[in-house]
């Protein structure tokens, strides 16, 4: 089975930081593009970065740019994305996803692979 695992979402107030993570079983994330995407109620998912597989090359979107950092660590065979600088706006469900044949796209429907999501609350 192939599946993957999101957790580290919680309650921070403005200004703070998470960080998430991304555990992949049945399959290497190495060999895939992962992307992270959020949906807050309301609105349509939408992607926000993704880390390229081979390279680990890294887009981001404006809105998170320089915010916002995605990593792997191929040993754990985890993707992680350190939020910084958080916002009441960033508030949303957060998905991990892995895609095979994608390069630097955020397209929800351009991945195959989705984890279960993890809340982000930023509220003081």
């Known amino acids: 089975q192939l599946q993957l695992v999101e957790s580290g979402g919680g309650l921070v107030q403005p200004g703070g930081s998470l960080k998430l993570s991304c555990a992949a079983f049945g399959f290497n994330l190495n060999h895939y593009t992962t992307g992270w995407f959020r949906q807050a109620p309301g609105k349509e998912r939408e992607g926000i970065a993704c880390?390229?597989?081979?390279?680990?090359?890294?887009v981001y979107v404006h809105s998170v740019k320089d915010r916002f950092t995605v990593s792997r660590d191929n040993a754990k065979n985890t993707v992680y994305l350190q939020m910084n600088s958080l916002q009441p706006s960033d508030t949303a469900v957060y998905y991990c996803?892995?895609?095979?044949?994608?390069?630097?796209?955020?397209?929800?429907?351009?991945?195959?692979?989705w984890g279960q999501g993890t809340q982000v609350t930023v509220s003081s």
């Open positions: 996803a892995a895609g095979l044949g994608v390069r630097g796209a955020v397209i929800p429907l351009q991945y195959d692979i």
């Open positions: 880390i390229n597989s081979g390279d680990s090359s890294t």
